[in-house]
């Protein structure tokens, strides 16, 4: 499985950004995508993560601001960030996870300032 991410940028606090990442190859494994975020001198945290019945998970620091979804025909899981914060500066990754799949996309740098 290959992940595309894509969707960073520059965005003043307030705004909104949404980042997109798209599964090629033996996708139809993927039981779970989620994303992740590291900053500099932290560790890399999990933001939301979306199981393929819809179930999905957040990171208590994005409730209410983020939205996680999926389109299957697609293969592609979307992050929606509104009301970003100075702190929700980090690289952002992509990930998948499904039966012998534990793929990582490139990360995509979300900056947003204060």
């Known amino acids: 499985v290959q992940l595309q991410a894509s969707g960073g940028g520059l965005v003043q606090a307030g705004g909104s950004l949404r980042l997109s990442c798209a599964a090629s190859g033996s996708s139809s494994s993927i039981n779970v995508m989620g994303w992740y975020r590291q900053a500099p001198g932290n560790q890399r945290e999990l933001v939301a993560r979306?199981?393929?019945?819809?179930?999905?998970d957040y990171a208590d620091s994005v409730k209410d601001r983020f939205t996680i979804s999926r389109d299957n025909r697609k293969n592609t899981v979307y992050l929606q960030m509104d009301t970003l914060k100075p702190e929700d500066t980090a690289v952002y990754y992509c990930n998948a996870v499904g039966r012998f799949i534990n793929a990582w996309g490139k990360g995509t740098q979300v900056t947003v300032s204060s």
């Open positions: 979306i199981i393929s019945g819809g179930s999905t």
